[in-house]
């Protein structure tokens, strides 16, 4: 998530103040990634490092205004037009997770699938409930429609989740039967040693 270029495109449509610009931030994302004070004046302080913004005054209450300038147009105009990098993928906990679970020592790698798959699961219909509720009342302004792609967006990303984790139980079962199927011959890699293990619940060299 960029908070830079959500900042400048809230800036945009005119100048405003730090604690301004986070609640708005957090209307538009139906405070799925909230913000804290601090975090929107370092990046404030960054753009206007980098020349994006400048400090345009103060408003009636003594706030002290930010307003995006001609770069910080050209850097948000390109950050719109340009595709989000997927070639360097953010790190996943869940998948770090289930990597490491794999012949981890006293790990029931299907209980954890099963813990992550009922969270999920949950989620999604917490997520469900949040859309039914945005559509209740057909969206009457930006922020409106604006967190309803978010929230839309959560709910393919939890079901996503969900085939995955039925895609990852099924493939370590199948490597469970066909290493208790396999003759004996010694310990063989840990990788398959582990569902192995886990899933069939017996460890072969100890028959």
């Known amino acids: 998530m960029s ?17 301004q610009l986070r609640t708005e931030f957090e209307s538009r994302t139906g405070s799925t990634w909230p913000l804290n004070v601090g975090q ?7 753009l206007e490092r980098d020349g994006m913004v400048v400090q345009d005054g103060a408003d ?8 995006i300038t001609d770069e910080g147009r050209a850097e948000l105009r ?24 794999v012949g981890a020592p006293g790990v029931d790698i299907r209980e954890v699938i099963q813990s992550q798959r009922h969270h999920t699961l949950k989620a999604m219909q917490d997520y469900t409930r ?10 009457a302004d930006r922020d409106e429609v604006a967190w309803l792609l978010v929230v ?10 969900a085939r995955w984790l039925d895609h990852c139980e099924s493939r370590l079962l199948r490597l469970a039967e066909a290493a208790a199927t396999e003759p004996s011959s010694g310990p063989g890699p840990a990788a398959t040693r582990g ?4 899933l069939a619940g017996r460890d072969r060299s100890q028959r």
Do not use: C, N
């Not at 908070?3 to 604690?19: C, D, F, K, N």
């Not at 839309?152 to 989740?161: G, P, S, T, V, Y």
């Open 3 to 19: 908070i830079r270029h959500g900042l400048l495109a809230l800036l945009e449509r005119g100048p405003r103040y730090g604690a």
């Open 60 to 67: 009636a209450a003594g706030h002290d205004l930010y307003a």
């Open 195 to 198: 569902p192995a293990r886990t």
């Open 152 to 161: 839309e967006q959560l709910i393919f990303q939890a079901e996503a989740e």
């Open 130 to 139: 949040l859309k039914a509720q945005a559509l209740a009342d057909v969206p």
């Open 40 to 46: 929107v004046y370092t990046t404030l302080s960054r």
């Open 78 to 101: 390109a950050w719109f037009e340009a595709p989000v990098d997927r070639t360097s993928p953010p790190r996943d906990e869940l998948a770090i997770k289930l990597a490491m679970a």
